[in-house]
């Protein structure tokens, strides 16, 4: 049982360039996430979902877009990479019901360096 | 704008010792506190977690403390050991709709010494 797995795991960019990170979970989860981990700044939400064919905005979502086509696959992409969007992205995943008895459980994250 | 605030940012505790975290939040709409702790090189995973109608909750070497009025908590790990040594982030969930949304303290990196 792998979990939630991201890919890739690490990835060096170019200024303006683009790209994709792929999150997929095995779990049969309603509700995804995307975040970023920043030194002394914690775990921000980036998007979620609460299901296929269903986004929302995070806390900062500007720069990224997110698309969720199959229920195991969550998409983050950068369509102009920037400096400022280097970082370790995690995507993590839960089941419907309430928070209390429904964890989020993540993926071991993208270290992405934007030059 | 920080909604969950965490202290302290680092911690050394010696083997066998009690290692404290405190957090700290403004909205009283949160209804889950979870800490989640994370290792070098992995994703964060959930270690234990409360309600706001419980006071504490332990689980083995660690107990959650709640004081609602005050709008805090914390993290109480015993007789720490060097397996311990991990970052942790206190966290709180709010409802939005059919969904639930972490946010998350700024972490805590905590290392156990011999």
């Known amino acids: 049982n792998a979990g939630v797995t991201q890919t890739p795991k690490f990835r060096v960019l170019k200024t303006g360039q683009s790209m994709t990170l792929l999150c997929a979970q095995d779990?049969?989860?309603?509700?995804m996430y995307w975040y970023r981990q920043d030194p002394g700044m914690g775990l921000r939400l980036i998007h979620y979902s609460v299901g296929e064919g269903t986004t929302a905005k995070g806390e900062v979502p500007d720069g990224y877009n997110v698309s969720r086509l199959k229920k195991q696959n969550f998409l983050l992409g950068l369509e102009s990479a920037a400096p400022s969007q280097t970082s370790v992205y995690f995507c993590?995943?839960?089941?419907?019901?309430?928070?209390?008895?429904?964890?989020?459980?993540f993926g071991d994250g993208t270290r992405l360096s934007i030059l | 704008q920080q909604q969950v605030k965490q202290s302290p940012q680092s911690l050394i505790v010696q083997k066998g010792g009690i290692s404290i975290i405190n957090c700290a939040y403004e909205n009283t709409a949160f209804d889950y506190f979870p800490w989640y702790q994370q290792f070098p090189g992995k994703g964060p995973a959930l270690l234990i977690a409360?309600?706001?109608?419980?006071s504490e909750k332990k689980e083995g070497r660690f107990t959650i403390s709640f004081n609602k009025s005050a709008k805090q908590f914390s993290l109480h790990i015993m007789d720490s050991q060097p397996g311990d040594s991990a970052t942790y982030f206190c966290a709180a969930s709010i409802r939005t709709g059919t969904a639930s949304k972490l946010t998350f303290g700024t972490g805590t990196r905590l290392q156990v010494t011999l």
């Open positions: 779990m049969n989860h309603e509700y």
């Open positions: 409360i309600r706001p109608d419980v």
């Open positions: 993590a995943s839960r089941r419907t019901g309430l928070g209390f008895d429904q964890p989020q459980h």
